[in-house]
């Protein structure tokens, strides 16, 4: 973890600097366009260029099964993340949908679902079938733990290979927002009541169920705070892990990173706990339902573009904020100057 911590640069803030000047040139009153100027500003910085491009963005969906969901705390049985990746691979998935709008790079991983997918268009990076039951195990191996954070890692690189300028990362797992909430509790120290959420849609009687899990499982697991691999290892999930090291990857590259909503957050937070640095290359693109995800974005030290009330996961919210971002590396290239423009200045 150390090379890939020392792998990360600093953004360059005098570059963010000049462009803030610059930007105060634009035919417009200074500060007018708000957060799309601190966008393009926070851009400049990451990519160490005064005109900065986000597009072709890239989205990686990592798909994996939950061994926790066998404790019922997800309204949908485990079958369905196997299902969900064949309408990926088919293209009917929201984030097929709003990827081919924005004109992304798409790509789907199997890193572990339950079942072997035999389609020409999935990556198959299989660590194993599922992760174990944390309520009664630990997810996974620290060694299998590492193996998904490397296959996150190369995935993201190959795709900023192939011309990626941004990363939307995406998940597909049922039972991967009773990981997180696991996660997240270990991080910020507070109570599992208040960040469990409903998931994709549970019940009362189901809720209230999940968090008694969680609370139990955390205590037989007891994952060490300070240790990222520990945390994914015992309570975590794969596909979490993957998103973590494709984060490394990207800010290792000055490539933009477009988080997603909570799942996502919360291997933003793995990725910060195994090097600082890495935060300085994300933008948090929207702000989700579930209630876990304001206090890791307080963790995170991050503020959400948008607030659609959304809570679907697979990069969808970051794909749907993606012109939002676009828009401010245009904003940089094709506006007038008021000299340019021949708009006088004088008050």
């Known amino acids: 973890m150390k090379q890939i911590y020392e792998a990360i640069p600093k953004v360059n803030k005098e570059m963010g600097r000049q462009v803030s000047e610059y930007i105060n040139t634009l035919t417009k ?17 990451m990519k160490n260029e005064p005109f900065p491009s986000v597009t072709p963005p890239g989205v990686l969906v990592f798909a994996a099964d939950h061994g926790i969901t066998s404790e019922g705390v997800s309204a949908y049985p485990q079958a369905v993340t196997e299902q969900m990746v064949w309408n990926f691979l088919n293209g009917g998935a ?34 194993r079938y599922g992760t174990g039951n944390f309520y009664h195990e630990d997810a996974m191996s620290r060694q299998e733990a590492e193996q998904a954070i490397d296959v996150g890692y190369n995935q993201a690189l190959q ?37 469990v959420g409903r998931g994709t849609g549970i019940s009362d ?4 169920h999940k968090t008694a899990i969680i609370k139990q499982a955390l205590i037989r697991r007891n994952p060490n705070r300070n240790d990222p691999i520990d945390i994914i290892a015992k309570v975590g999930g794969l596909e979490i892990a993957a998103m973590t090291g494709a984060m490394l990857a990207a800010a290792s590259k000055r490539v933009p990173i477009l988080v997603d909503g909570f799942i996502c957050t919360i291997a933003a937070l793995v990725a910060k706990l195994i090097s600082p640095s890495v935060k300085d290359y994300m933008i948090v693109t929207h702000q989700s339902i579930e209630p876990g995800h304001k206090i890791a974005l307080s963790q995170l030290g991050k503020q959400p573009i948008i607030d659609l009330g959304l809570r679907l996961g697979e990069g969808t919210g970051a794909a749907i904020s993606f012109p939002i971002i676009q828009l401010a590396t245009l ?17």
């Open 29 to 45: 009153p200074i500060g007018s366009l708000g957060r799309l100027e601190e966008l393009a500003i926070y851009l400049s910085e």
């Open 94 to 127: 929201a984030i097929n949908v709003f990827s081919r709008q924005i004109g992304a790079i798409l790509k789907i991983i199997d890193i572990g679902v339950a079942n072997d997918i035999e389609h020409e268009r999935l990556i198959n990076q299989k660590i």
């Open 159 to 195: 795709i900023i290979q192939e011309g990626a300028q941004c990363l939307i990362l995406g998940e597909m797992g049922i039972g991967n927002t009773t990981s997180s909430s696991a996660i997240l509790a270990v991080l910020s120290g507070k109570d599992i009541s208040l960040l």
């Open 205 to 208: 009687a189901a809720f209230l």
């Open 331 to 347: 904003m940089l290239k094709e506006m007038a100057t008021f000299q340019s423009a021949g708009i006088s200045t004088n008050k």
